[in-house]
């Protein structure tokens, strides 16, 4: 049957009835339902619609309301015109008229007085019931505090409360500013990132990173919200197996004092009010994180309290990040097992192709697993845990980067290019790429230490261009990402290459003898032995190169490249086969841009993205 037919003739048969009659047409429907069990859902919605419609007296919204209070769990009475939908932590008080309409919306929490609340008024008046519902169910969630007992529950609100007001006094401690945007500056260098107090149906919030796409993304929409921008934790009180002594006071002494190192200094919960209890506070992630077990452990050893493993999957880290943050399982380990390659397409016509070998990142240490939320029991926990969260996310920004396309649509004919990504340490990978300039690889690995400011070093033939990997170092702590940093670096080495070209052809001067490679005796310049190119790099490499780390000595585990750029892997000698052209790289040629001074760089994001 034809649905454009149908309708208009709806429309003429059932316009001029009233709501009474179309309401008892729908239940005469929905008695008809077969399925007796399973009622129709669409009908189900259209007569929660025409039953809110058709409040228009007082019980009629008293029915409403003590419906709404059944499905959240509340209890609820009422006092004349006044109905109250009372919880163990909190209770609404609704004032209505007696044509049934919505004079006053009050939320009074635990120990405090009745607040009127715009929102929840907002909905009741224009009889959004569904949208109330939801609303009392975050209220719900803010005030969920485990324990059998209201007293129990009542003590632990109120330690947490205390939390909140020890965390928003550290947050008001002065401090170095790094970044001239206040915002970003905070939620990346605040001891308690960017602090939101918990009101109406959300708790507590920190937002504790951001990335260099999401601050443009906020700058240029003028829109900050937490749900959208960056890393967020919220802070909420959760069970524990063990007992844990929390505060029932501010454990913060009154000036604040700070410790040579400007962290606050917090008195002993022996001399303040505390209480044990089976429970402990809770920073919950939104989103989960991916993180490595090796961050796991050391926030475990900051906060003396292990992070429940019993939800928790593991796999090779970058299966982790590439499944998602909403899917923590390990899925199929056939495909753990299998070499990964993604295509990023840049502008100018221009496509990678990063190629992350298996068997390299299928080492213990280079396990992880979503975490959606991890233990804690001070205030003073809380900035130590941000600096780890903060760490694990910078090195999830830059290896996400190249997981995924930058760019939507059709790729045009252009440069393929092939990148191989190795993790030399949870804190440090490596880039294997074909120079453009010469007949060779190089690497660049790149340092992720805790303070956050990236470094990188570039391994290739020839001699170390310090200012180039100044340059590199610039571009990647603006952008955190590395296709990005992988064109800026290629176009770099082809300007350089180009202007050395151009040099030599113009001057006929022979060029002087490399002191590194002549020495002069009696009768002139001789050749001076040249150490092999293995032992060249070698030497020019940090130590984890030669020593035994996360991926072995070098011997047993070359990163140096693989099957993609020479058809076996990779030796120290097949990189370093071409010396590297030597020509200056200034670092001062990088205009600057309108944006953010991020991380203390001065290489404009606008320029390299």
């Known amino acids: 049957m034809n649905t454009r037919n149908i309708i208009p003739d709806l429309h003429v048969k059932f316009g001029e009835k009233t709501w009474n009659e179309t309401f008892l047409l729908v239940r005469r429907c929905m008695e008809k339902v077969r399925d007796k069990t399973k009622p129709c859902e669409p009908l189900v919605r259209c007569l929660e619609k025409f039953r809110a419609l058709n409040v228009f007296s007082l019980n009629a919204m008293m029915s ?5 209070a059944q499905q959240r769990g509340m209890g609820f009475h009422f006092s004349e015109a006044t109905c109250y939908l009372t919880a163990d932590l909190f209770y609404l008080e609704v004032a ?3 044509q049934g309409g919505v004079q006053d919306v009050k939320v009074a929490p635990h120990g405090q007085p009745p607040m009127s609340n715009e929102s929840l008024l907002v909905l009741l008046r224009s009889k ?6 939801k609303k009392l169910e975050g209220f719900a969630a803010l005030y969920n505090v485990p324990g059998n007992e209201s007293e129990d529950k009542i003590k632990l609100f109120t330690s947490l409360q205390y939390l909140g007001k020890d965390l928003l006094k550290i947050s008001r401690l002065p401090r170095h500013i790094k970044d001239y945007n206040t915002r970003v500056d905070t939620i990346l260098n605040g001891k308690t990132g960017y602090l939101t107090e918990g009101k109406e149906d959300c708790p507590l919030t920190i937002q504790f990173y951001v990335s260099p796409s999401d601050v443009l993304k906020a700058s240029s929409s003028n829109v900050w919200d937490m749900e959208e921008v960056g890393q967020v934790g919220q802070v909420m009180v ?3 197996d063990m007992v844990h002594v929390l505060q029932m006071a501010s454990l913060l ?6 410790d040579t190192q400007g962290n606050p200094v917090f008195m002993p919960l022996s001399e303040i009010p505390s209480e044990s209890f089976p429970a402990c506070f809770v920073l919950r992630l939104h989103p989960p994180l991916p993180m490595f ?3 796991l452990t050391k926030i475990g050893k900051m906060t003396e309290m292990a992070v429940p493993d019993v939800d928790l999957q593991w796999a090779p880290f970058h299966t982790i990040l590439m499944k998602g943050l909403s899917d923590s399982s390990s899925g199929d380990e056939a495909l753990d097992q299998a070499d990964r390659e993604f295509k990023v397409s840049l502008p100018g016509d221009l496509q990678h192709r990063y190629v992350l070998p298996a068997a390299a ?6 396990r992880g697993t979503v975490v959606g939320s991890l233990p804690f029991s001070r205030p003073g926990h809380v900035p130590d845990l941000l600096e780890v969260l903060r760490h694990q996310c910078a090195i999830n920004t830059l290896l996400a980067s190249c997981l995924a396309p930058q760019t939507a649509g059709p790729r045009n004919s252009g440069v393929d290019l092939v990148f191989e990504i190795l993790m030399q340490s949870e804190t440090s990978l490596a880039v294997t790429f074909q120079r453009p300039d010469v007949d060779s690889l190089a690497i660049l690995v790149v340092e992720i230490p805790l303070s956050g400011e990236l470094s990188c070093s570039l391994f290739t033939a020839g001699t170390r261009e310090v200012s180039l990997e100044e340059y590199t170092c610039r571009v990647i702590n603006r952008c955190m990402s590395i296709p990005v940093t992988m064109r800026a670096l290629r176009a770099k080495l082809e300007k350089i290459s180009s202007s050395s070209s151009s040099s030599s052809s113009s001057s006929s001067v022979p060029p002087p003898p490399d002191p590194l490679h002549t020495q002069t005796g009696g009768d002139g310049v001789t050749p001076c032995p040249t150490p092999s190119s293995s032992e060249t790099l070698l030497a020019s490499l940090p130590p984890y190169y030669n020593s035994h780390n996360a991926l072995g000595p070098v011997d047993e585990h070359p990163v140096y490249g693989s099957d993609y750029f ?3 892997t990779s030796t120290p000698e097949q990189v370093a086969e071409v010396p590297m052209t030597t020509s200056p790289c200034d670092a001062s040629d990088v205009p600057m841009g309108e944006y953010s001074n991020w991380m203390s760089t001065d290489c404009p994001i606008a320029e390299i993205m």
Not at 64 to 68: D, P, S, V, Y
Not at 253 to 258: F, G, N, S, T
């Open 64 to 68: 409403h309301l003590e419906k709404i």
């Open 96 to 98: 209505l008229s007696l």
């Open 361 to 366: 990142w299928a080492l213990p240490t280079l």
């Open 253 to 258: 002494p009154v000036p604040p004092q700070l």
């Open 293 to 295: 077990s090796s961050f």
């Open 566 to 568: 020479t058809g076996a």
């Open 128 to 133: 959004n019931f569904v949208a109330f519902s």
């Open 238 to 240: 959760g069970l524990s």
